[in-house]
């Protein structure tokens, strides 16, 4: 459960006789989803509490909820009014503690819509992100962030559509104080150019694809200054009533704060075929591969910059009981290498759950 490589004696690492651990999590909700003339209203809140059976120190209670408001007042001005709050423990995947580390991420955004004349679209908004964790380390700092964005959107009548973005944020790293040892930044700024592609090839048959250029600029310390292109494309394709696939392939850029990475590229690869195979129950199978550089070190690194490879398979069933009861199955097995000691790991996780809604 915290990742540890294969080997590791579970006595003398965790004072426990298993690298493994039973997790029980009870849920409970309120959901509203309705319209009223031209505005519609969805709210999603959702209680948990989460229990382990041999790590106790890690059991926690949230709370998520996710509400949005899409508002029209005219047939050319719409928009939407979104807040999101999400609770969680964070992975031990890059986070090398045996602590209980729960992470509460909130994200506010307002978006404007104006329909100028005939398929042309004029965009607008702003975006507020915050990220609190327990415990602090460099690889996922606490931050705040917060910017306007504005752009341009065609509609063709087919429904696919093309759009181009303009994000400016403004960012502190909430948790840091400047270190020009180590040159630990406190503020920065990010951009980000985007063009999106929402294109309904065929009726069984569509692709969204995002390309965009990122940059980072920090207030102090330019050598961890990183951008590149980022982005990725989707693929779904509906082969028959019963069976779809969905292929995709994104590139992201994260920061990090480590001496020997200022921030890591991830290229990812998904490929999920899913399969309907009665009214009531479905199938579904998820294989991705997930590609990690470790880039913009600000040390002379001793040997090669850190390379990990994650393999995740994922197997999950789905069975509506009846209409207010569904139930759920999932095996996913996970494995990473990487070229720095004590980063390997695998990991088998299967989750049974049910959920009843009236």
Do not use: C
């Not at 209203?41 to 949005?68: E, K, M, Q, W």
């Not at 502190?172 to 040892?181: A, F, H, S, W």
């Not at 997930?290 to 001793?302: C, K």
């Amino acid at each position: 459960m915290f990742r540890l490589p294969s080997g590791t004696d579970p006595q003398l690492a965790l004072g426990r006789p298993t690298l493994g651990d039973l997790r029980t999590v009870t849920y409970g909700g309120l959901r509203i989803d309705k319209t009223y003339s031209l505005q519609h209203l969805n709210l999603d809140i959702v209680a948990t509490r989460s229990r382990y059976n041999t790590f106790t120190h890690l059991d926690f209670d949230g709370v998520d909820y996710r509400g949005t408001w899409d508002w029209k007042f005219t047939p050319r001005w719409s928009g939407a009014l979104t807040l999101e709050r999400v609770e969680a423990p964070v992975q031990y995947a890059d986070f090398r503690s045996f602590q209980r580390n729960v992470r509460v991420t909130t994200n506010q955004e307002a978006s404007l819509d104006y329909w100028a004349f005939g398929g042309w679209h004029l965009l607008g908004g702003i975006t507020e992100k915050e990220q609190k964790s327990e415990v602090d380390f460099l690889a996922e700092t606490d931050f705040r962030i917060v910017g306007p964005d504005a752009g341009i959107k065609y509609e063709w009548p087919s429904g696919s559509s093309l759009t181009l973005k303009q994000h400016a944020r403004r960012g502190e790293n909430t948790r840091r104080e400047l270190d020009p040892v180590n040159l630990i930044d406190t503020a920065f700024r990010d951009t980000e150019t985007e063009l999106v592609l929402s294109w309904r090839v065929s009726g069984p048959s569509t692709i969204d694809a995002r390309l965009a250029r990122y940059e980072r600029r920090n207030d102090h310390f330019s050598q961890r200054d990183f951008s590149g292109p980022v982005g990725g494309v989707t693929w779904s394709w509906i082969a028959t009533g019963k069976l779809r696939l969905v292929a995709a392939a994104k590139r992201e850029l994260m920061p990090s704060s480590d001496s020997l990475s200022s921030y890591r590229v991830n290229n990812t690869i998904t490929l999920t075929p899913s399969l309907q195979m009665t009214e009531k129950t479905s199938v579904r199978l998820v294989l991705e591969r997930i590609d990690s550089d470790f880039r913009g070190p600000v040390v002379t690194p001793t040997g090669p910059l850190r390379h990990d490879v994650l393999h995740t398979t994922t197997l999950a069933v789905d069975w509506v009981a009846t209409r207010k009861l569904t139930v759920n199955a999932v095996l996913q097995r996970q494995t990473r290498t990487a070229n720095t000691p004590g980063a390997d790991y695998e990991a088998t996780t299967a989750t049974l759950s049910a959920g009843l809604v009236w």
